[in-house]
């Protein structure tokens, strides 16, 4: 099934190579949440998300780096289309799609966003432009609905509620190998 159609995610749904240019200053857009790497603002009416990467500001940008930086994002969109959409099918999922918002922009939203982040988390923040957009997963699809008992769908513009959960795969077992360190690799690589 297709994403439908708005005014950001025209006909993107996955398949196209293009990078869209986008400006969110026409849109309602809110703070979803972040990790180490990567911070995501929704846009509600849209029902869409924007993934964008984080850098330490500390960090240099010349143009080899956001070059390297904008690679590797294109890799995993990549990775995402012919690995795990072949895996998993595209009943939930749909492939991300790049989009360039413009550094003037993104030093604007990242600004707006300080008083709503972590203070843990403010070492880091957003610098380069190239993002990934996607259906929020977090809200569900009406078609999911349809041949259920109505009484569950919303009424009066009321919003569905929903959760989500985030599924990371690692290693949490320690091999007999490196059993002379106290957690697994994962967990050394966290701190």
């Known amino acids: 099934s297709k994403s439908q159609s708005s005014p950001l995610w025209n006909v993107r749904n996955g398949e196209?190579?293009?990078?869209?240019?986008?400006?969110?200053?026409?849109?309602?857009w809110r703070y979803r949440g972040e990790g180490n790497a990567n911070l995501v603002i929704a846009l509600p009416r849209e029902k869409i998300i924007l993934?964008?990467?984080?850098?330490d500001?500390?960090?240099i940008l010349d143009p080899n780096t956001v070059q390297d930086w904008e690679i590797k994002l294109k890799k995993s969109v990549v990775f995402y289309k012919k690995v795990m959409v072949p895996l998993l099918g595209t009943e939930f999922i749909l492939p991300p799609d790049l989009a360039r918002i413009s550094e003037d922009e993104i030093r604007d939203i990242d600004r707006l966003l300080l008083k709503l982040r972590p203070t843990f988390r403010l070492s880091k923040g957003l610098r380069l432009g190239l993002v990934t957009v996607q259906p929020d997963y977090t809200l569900l699809p009406p078609r999911v609905f349809l041949n259920h008992n109505s009484s569950y769908l919303p009424q009066n513009n009321e919003e569905f509620s929903t959760f989500c959960v985030e599924i990371k795969p690692k290693q949490g077992w320690v091999p007999l190998s490196d059993r002379h360190h106290p957690k697994c690799t994962v967990?050394?690589?966290q701190y």
């Not at 196209?16 to 309602?28: A, G, Q, R």
């Not at 993934?51 to 850098?55: A, H």
């Open 51 to 55: 993934r964008m990467q984080k850098c």
């Open 187 to 189: 967990c050394l690589k």
């Open 16 to 28: 196209s190579e293009d990078i869209t240019y986008l400006s969110l200053k026409n849109f309602v």
């Open 57 to 59: 500001y500390n960090a």
